[in-house]
């Protein structure tokens, strides 16, 4: 869809890109000549993923460690990148969810997907922003979110309640920094299924309702990866430099036909909860393992 150069000369950090779909965004930013730069707190998936985006890419991309939810590792992090050269764009993918009865989670849960998503795009943002407007740099941030921040979710409610924080913050930043030449926008998917994220999010029969489920979307399939590369790429184009503000959903019409919550799943009993529960914990250890491979 685009000319191999089209981001050419372009630095772009992805937050949580070692994994998921923001691993997936970062083989389309360095497809398109971006040298990309993805962070998380485990090296060895770092690792793995920086050598399947450069194989996949044939494009430059390299990994830091980072801790989002800790302000001094995204500065440390930010004066690395920087010593080599200012970033042009920043994704703030970093994220943490799973399914749950909400009277069922405890403080640490719920802050531990808190931190992640509203407080690690804030810092990350801050971070790169205060940077741009020092040295009187343009900027692009583009912060992955879910339809959920214009209906909330049951069962996901600390995931709903931080993105759509996340999007607020959008809404505001792009009216501040936008006289500085700062763009700040906001991506919506739908169903783009990824291993680690759908066994949290799908881990029973029981719980595959309308928010996981191709035939509750108008369009009556998932995502392609491609199709959501194709917007970020576009996001952090030169050629859409007067779209700012914006939460673009890109879900096939999923949020306007509904169910694209997981309000369904009212249906099930304790005993199913505890198996979704058993099922979760198997994921996160199957998880574990691998990176220990």
């Not at 869809?1 to 998921?20: E, H, N, S, W």
Request: hydrophobic letters at 45%; aromatic letters at 6%; one cysteine or more.
């Amino acid at each position: 869809m685009f000319d191999a150069a089209v981001l050419q000369g372009k630095r772009i950090l992805v937050t949580g890109g070692g994994t998921g779909l923001g691993k997936e965004m970062a083989v389309g930013f360095a497809a398109h000549g971006a040298h990309v730069y993805i962070c998380g707190r485990r090296k060895e998936v770092l690792d793995l993923a920086v050598a399947e985006i450069r194989e996949r890419s044939r494009g430059q991309a390299d990994a830091l460690i980072a801790n989002v939810r800790d302000p001094d590792s995204i500065e440390a992090m930010m004066s690395a990148i920087w010593a080599d050269g200012p970033l042009t764009g920043l994704v703030n993918n970093a994220g943490a969810n799973f399914l749950a009865p909400t009277e069922s989670l405890s403080p640490r849960g719920y802050e531990a997907i808190r931190s992640t998503v509203m407080d690690g795009s804030f810092y990350a943002s801050v971070a790169c922003g205060k940077r741009w407007i020092a040295a009187g740099l343009p900027g692009v941030i583009i912060s992955n979110l879910v339809t959920w921040v214009w209906t909330g979710s049951a069962y996901v409610v600390p995931a709903a309640m931080a993105k759509a924080a996340v999007h607020a913050m959008t809404m505001s930043l792009a009216v501040e920094w936008g006289p500085k030449g700062i763009r700040v926008n906001a991506i919506a998917p739908g169903p783009f299924p990824t291993e680690g994220a759908w066994d949290k999010l799908n881990p029973l029969a029981e719980t595959g309702v309308g928010a996981t489920q191709a035939d509750e979307v108008p369009l009556r399939r998932f995502g392609k990866m491609d199709e959501l590369r194709n917007l970020l790429i576009f996001l952090m184009s030169d050629g859409c430099s007067y779209i700012t503000g914006d939460t673009i959903s890109i879900d096939g019409g999923h949020h306007l036909a509904a169910p694209s919550t997981f309000a369904g799943l009212a249906k099930l009993s304790p005993a199913d909860w505890q198996r979704a529960r058993e099922a979760i914990q198997a994921s996160v250890r199957k998880e574990k393992e691998t990176r220990s491979i």
